[in-house]
């Protein structure tokens, strides 16, 4: 098992799904795609356990992810994993395009307009469709910034830094 920095949470079991086992996973990021290509996983309990287990299989459900873990064939052998986050290392997640970013790395930068005023971090990101919408905050207020190439013009991972160009009226009340 890696470093925890090397750990991603992609996840967190939500339920259980029939008498076989499988278990109802809700993606973070609103991507299955990811969660579907997993050939193991951590759990993570709020205590901050981790236990790591191979996966047998996984598949699309009515818009959740149901993952079934090999060697766990009945629900009272996975119903100790409900409420538990889903990692997984990030050697195993695919890479990203140019200009792509997994959620992870997006929150807690810290967002900056290109005229140097500071709006705080990015506290939760969600998305809408036709864009995700960065929720940014500040200690006193909140901003919601669309993710659209002509709001969002720089993202440094290593600076931890966000730039964005307001449109006109975003921040108006």
């Known amino acids: 098992m890696g470093d925890a920095d ?100 997006l929150l807690g930068l810290r967002v900056i307009t290109v005229s140097g005023e500071d709006l705080g971090q990015i506290r939760e990101i969600f998305a809408t469709g036709s864009n995700d919408v960065y929720e940014v905050w500040d200690g006193h207020r909140e901003y919601l910034i669309p993710a659209t190439e002509e709001v969002v013009t720089e993202i440094d991972l290593v600076a931890r830094i966000m730039k964005v160009s307001p449109m006109e009226g975003l921040f108006d009340l």
């Open 6 to 105: 090397d750990l991603v949470t992609l996840g967190k079991v939500v339920g259980t799904h029939g008498i076989r086992g499988e278990l109802q996973l809700v993606s973070y990021s609103g991507e299955y795609e990811t969660l579907t290509s997993l050939r193991s996983v951590q759990f993570r309990w709020p205590t901050g356990m981790i236990r790591d287990l191979p996966v047998a299989g996984t598949r699309m459900h009515g818009g959740k992810v149901l993952l079934r873990l090999e060697r766990h064939n009945d629900i009272n052998d996975v119903s100790q994993y409900i409420g538990c986050e889903v990692l997984v290392p990030r050697s195993q997640l695919p890479e990203l395009e140019e200009g792509e970013y997994y959620w992870h790395d």
